[in-house]
Every structure is written in structure tokens, then in C-alpha cells.
């Protein structure tokens, strides 16, 4: 190895910016100028590595490599003028005794042979894989220069990239100038696939809570019918602070709305917590003082600066008698509306301290009997916070146009009341929007 090469990647020094340009270097500029026009926006690691030796070769030279380090494995993708870039090639754990293997300790960038060296000998040290290397050899290659690509003070991989006597930018054997060229690209690369990794976890993580946080298929109950709205803040996340959830026999079930302070992916592994909290709570006293009781218990040491608001019901079916008992209580929340069968609206007068802030709360109850064709109606403050040009849309908007649906189906109640707040908004930012309707069908 030429022992020039073989040092700690830099930041091009002041000294080496005065000195008098040579040919090649403002091609370097070019090129990595280009590289950058090439990365900008890429936040998909498949594409950024497919990019960027799309981009190597034939800038750098004839065939390249891009490894990278798991904690017991290497992948490895390649590309040279013939081909187009395969990979990755998995492998298993490196040898510290070889090249990538001493890369992944020092990260230093080495010329690892020069005209009239054994390259064969580079291609072994550096190249994991017999057909990678056979391919490398192919293009008859003078010199081989490697690249390691740092990122927070580890190494995460290596750039290898084989020029022969006419390849690359200037041709020949790598000079000083294609080593900080060189290093530079595997600084911007590596640092592109930096952000597109931490995005595509942020997705993935993202889409797990989705899939558990997704508004909970609705039961079908005998005699009673039951309808719900979603409506994230972000819409692109499709999840948030907001939930519901039933869960119960016919005879005895629960139905709950919540709001964890927040929004977004933050709120949403909150929101988690507090589903299954109540949802354990539940099977063993239905209690909803007592659910809301475990709630704030559970959550208050979890919660640090947040909190949960929430309403919960318990609906049971009077013996003997068409009626329904919905027992409430809140914690924090606005309680139910009950849109009566003849248009009347009734509030509960129920209250309760929002969960997760203060230990040792207690909570009430009130009871409500449900005749025929009487729903009840449960909503987060994306419903009544609403604002819009008009200013908030506001409890008593929702009071005033309830008793037009008296009688309606739960599905026509949530969806009469999420699309008056949808044009009161007016395409303005809302918060996350819920609802949850059960009527008393029989």
C-alpha cells in the first residue's frame, strides 16, 4: 500500500485550498457538485446506493463497491461500466485481519496498489466475494482506491472503486486530489444514507403503530348499532392522539374515546398505552370510574408532560325492557350528547380530572337510560376545537344541528357531524377528529 493514502479522512485544510489548482481538481469540484445534484432529495437507501454507483462509475472509475457493516454480516452491492448495480450480496462477519475487516476499526482511506503492484493480491484484501472480485479483475485494473463511509464518528462501510489505465476523471493512478474527491463522496453518500435510513425507520415505525393504533373494526351487537369517524391531524401519518374503541359482550359492553396530548407519531405510542390499559381494566370490572381510575394510575409515571383526556361508557340492556343503561364518566373530556328519538339533545352532567397527572383520582359516574331509536354520542376536541374562519366550531354548533338526525343511523350522525366540521374548517389545519355513535336500534 502507498503509505500516503493511508490516513484518517479530512476536511480539505486551508493550505490545501490556497495551493494552485491542478487540472484535475476543478473536475473534482464538478463531479461532486454533480454528486450532490444526484443524492438531493433521496430518502430511500435501495435508491441512494443505486444512485450513487450509478454515479461512481465511470466518475471515479471502472467498477465500484459499496460495502456495509452490519453487526455480524456485510452486503455488498457492485457496478461497473458493463453492468448494471447488483446487490447487495450478503456475507457473513468480516475478518479483522483483511482490509474491510481493518476499515471497520480505523476508517482510513488507503491506495491499495499502484502501476506494477500485485492488484490481485488489493482485490483479495478488499473484496469479499470471488465472483465481486473476478468482476473487478476483469476490467484489468492499475490501481484500487478505498473510501471507508463515516458517519457520527463510526464506520459504516467502505467505497472500493478500480480504475484502469484509462478510467475515471483524469485516468491513471489515483491522485491526492481523486483520495479528497474520493473521500468526499463517501462523506455525502454516507450521509445521505443516514437520512434516508432514519426515514425509512421513522415509516416503518410509523406503519407498526398504524397497524396497531388502526380505529378497531366495529362488534356487531344485537339491537344495537354502532358507527365511528377517524380523522388524523397528519394526514400522511394516518395516525394519532386520537382513538376509540368497543369492546364488550351484547348484553355488556364498552365503548371509549380518548385524546392524548399531541399529535403525530409521538401521541400515537401513548395512545397504544392507553387502549390496552383500558381494554385490560375493562375485563376485569367494567366499571367506567374504575376504568378511568386504572388509566390514571397506569399512565401517570409514563406520561412525564402529557396526558390522556377521555370518556368512557358502559351500555347494558335492561331486563325485561327495550331499554339501554349507559353508564358515563370522563376524565377530562366533554361528556356524550344523547340525541333523543323525538330531537331532543341531552348533556350529562358528569366531570373528571384528566388522567395521567395526579395520583390517587377518583372518578364519577351518572346514568342514562337509551330508549329506542336514542344515540349517544362521543367526539374529541377536533370536533368542537375546530377553527375556522368563523372562529371555533364549538359545542353549541354541534348541540344546534344534532337534532336534525334524529332517528338516524349512527353512520349518518358521524358522518353529518365530521363533514359540518370539514367545511367549517374550510381546508384549515385541525387536529385529530373522532367519532363514535351508539344507538339503541331495538
Not at 444512485?51 to 457492485?78: E, I, K, N
Not at 415505525?205 to 388524523?232: D, F, K, S
Not at 394526514?235 to 355488556?252: C, E, M, T, W
Request: glycine letters at 10%; hydrophobic letters at 40%.
Amino acid at each position: 500500500m502507498n503509505a500516503a493514502f493511508d490516513r484518517a479522512p479530512r476536511e480539505p485544510s486551508e493550505s490545501d485550498l490556497a495551493g494552485t489548482p491542478q487540472p484535475g481538481d476543478w473536475a473534482h469540484v464538478q463531479v461532486i457538485g454533480e454528486l450532490s445534484r444526484q443524492l438531493a432529495g433521496s430518502l430511500n437507501v435501495r435508491r441512494t446506493v443505486y444512485r450513487a454507483l450509478d454515479f461512481a462509475v465511470p466518475h471515479f472509475g471502472d467498477w465500484a463497491m459499496l460495502a456495509f457493516f452490519d453487526s455480524d454480516s456485510v452486503s455488498v452491492y457492485s457496478r461497473s461500466r458493463d453492468t448494471r448495480v447488483s446487490g447487495p450480496v450478503l456475507l457473513g462477519r468480516l475478518d479483522p485481519r483483511q482490509a474491510l475487516g481493518r476499515f471497520r476499526r480505523r476508517g482510513v482511506t488507503g491506495r491499495y496498489a499502484a502501476p506494477g503492484d500485485d492488484v490481485d493480491a488489493a482485490l483479495a484484501d478488499l473484496v469479499p466475494s470471488t465472483p465481486l472480485r473476478d468482476e473487478a479483475a476483469s476490467h484489468r485494473p492499475s490501481t484500487v482506491l478505498a473510501v471507508p463511509l463515516n458517519i457520527g464518528g463510526a464506520t459504516n462501510g467502505v467505497f472500493v472503486v478500480v480504475r484502469g489505465p484509462a478510467g475515471g476523471v483524469d485516468g491513471g493512478d489515483y491522485t491526492t486530489g481523486d483520495a479528497l474527491a474520493a473521500e468526499e463522496f463517501g462523506r455525502r453518500v454516507a450521509a445521505t444514507l443516514e437520512s434516508a435510513r432514519l426515514y425509512e425507520e421513522r415509516g416503518e415505525m410509523a406503519n407498526a403503530l398504524e397497524q396497531v393504533l388502526r380505529p378497531p373494526e366495529l362488534p356487531e351487537y344485537p339491537g344495537v348499532y354502532v358507527a365511528a369517524r377517524y380523522r388524523p391531524g397528519q394526514q400522511r401519518l394516518r395516525i394519532g392522539g386520537d382513538f376509540y374503541d368497543v369492546h364488550g359482550d351484547a348484553d355488556d359492553f364498552t365503548v371509549v374515546i380518548g385524546d392524548v396530548c399531541g399529535k403525530g407519531i409521538d401521541a400515537a405510542v401513548y395512545t397504544s398505552l392507553a387502549r390496552q390499559t383500558i381494554r385490560t381494566a375493562a375485563y376485569f370490572d367494567r366499571s367506567p370510574a374504575k376504568v378511568l381510575g386504572a388509566l390514571n394510575e397506569v399512565l401517570r409515571p409514563q406520561m412525564s408532560q402529557r396526558f390522556v383526556t377521555a370518556a368512557c361508557v358502559r351500555f347494558r340492556r335492561n331486563s325485561g325492557d327495550e331499554a339501554i343503561t349507559a353508564t358515563i364518566a370522563v376524565a377530562g373530556h366533554p361528556p356524550p350528547l344523547v340525541v333523543r328519538a323525538d330531537g331532543a339533545v341531552d348533556e350529562p352532567g358528569v366531570t373528571g380530572t384528566v388522567a395521567g397527572i395526579i395520583s390517587g383520582l377518583s372518578f364519577v359516574e351518572t346514568d342514562v337510560r337509551l330508549g329506542v331509536k336514542d344515540t349517544v354520542l362521543l367526539y374529541t376536541d377536533g370536533v368542537d376545537e375546530a377553527r375556522g374562519v368563523e372562529g371555533f366550531f364549538g359545542h353549541e354548533r354541534l348541540r344546534v344541528m344534532l337534532p336534525e338526525y334524529a332517528g338516524a343511523s349512527p353512520a349518518t350522525v358521524c358522518e353529518a357531524v365530521e363533514q359540518r366540521v370539514l367545511e367549517h374548517l374550510d381546508s384549515a389545519a385541525h387536529d385529530d377528529i373522532a367519532l363514535i355513535a351508539v344507538q339503541n336500534g331495538a
